[in-house]
T-cell receptor, first 114, second 111 residues
Framework: SQTIHQWPATLVQPVGSPLSLECTVE??????LYWYRQAAGRGLQLLFY??????ISSEVPQNLSASRPQDRQFILSSKKLLLSDSGFYLC?????????????FGEGSRLTVL | AQSVSQHNHHVILSEAASLELGCNYS??????LFWYVQYPGQHLQLLLK??????LVKGIKGFEAEFIKSKFSFNLRKPSVQWSDTAEYFC?????????FGQGTTLQVKP
């Protein structure tokens, strides 16, 4: 069966420090991968999505970037964190080519920038 | 631009009361619609989905939703809520391969 993992689950970082959140999917190949940020009262905001290795689409201008170095690995990064980057980040996957399919979410990573 | 709007941000009900959460979307193409639920401390999980066919879809735990194309709506309903339904509920629309979510509705059910 397919599983999705993201880590770390909790992260506290100072302003200006770098960030790396990782997400891996197992049990499937060529998934579509997504990074969302969940904020209270604002729902889930789509940050990035990827339909294949090295293919990244950015939905909103921001201080973050994403990379997909391997088929089932999706990384969210920042060179210098801002206070406004604090939030709950969710990775999700969907079967490649299944544009109408549901998303499956990871456990989430809570980032606090101080 | 595609968007999803959930009318109620916070709903408080007593057990056995009926529930209806509103969801409207803005997208001109063919839509796939979803309701996700997030119980306290747990992952987001799918409650129900609409792809095509019967506009009244049934999901897990007694939930159902009705797709009304003319109103661009996909409201979630449950005839009798339980304390265990306390959670946050998200409506989402598949727009050109991207899942766009609403702001979420927090449901609190009082025993």
């Amino acid at each position: 069966s397919q599983t999705i993992h993201q880590w770390p689950a909790t992260l506290v970082q100072p302003v200006g420090s770098p960030l790396s959140l990782e997400c891996t999917v197992e049990g499937t190949s060529n998934p579509n991968l997504y990074w969302y940020r969940q904020a209270a009262g604002r729902g889930l905001q789509l940050l990035f999505y990827s339909v294949g290795i090295g293919q990244i689409s950015s939905e909103v201008p921001q201080n973050l970037s994403a990379s997909r170095p391997q088929d089932r690995q999706f990384i969210l990064s920042s060179k210098k964190l801002l206070l406004s980057d604090s939030g709950f980040y969710l990775c999700a996957w969907r079967g490649g080519g299944r544009e109408s399919g549901e998303l499956f979410f990871g456990e989430g990573s809570r980032l606090t920038v101080l | 631009a595609q968007s999803v709007s959930q009318h109620n941000h916070h709903v408080i009900l007593s057990e056995a009361a009926s529930l209806e959460l509103g969801c409207n979307y803005s997208y001109g193409g063919t839509v796939n619609l979803f309701w996700y639920v997030q119980y306290p401390g747990q992952h987001l999980q799918l409650l129900l989905k609409y792809f095509s066919g019967d506009p009244l879809v049934k999901g897990i735990k007694g939930f159902e939703a009705e797709f009304i194309k003319s109103k661009f709506s996909f409201n979630l309903r449950k005839p009798s809520v339980q304390w265990s339904d306390t959670a946050e509920y998200f409506c989402a629309v598949n727009a050109a391969g991207k899942l766009i979510f609403g702001q979420g509705t927090t449901l609190q059910v009082k025993p």
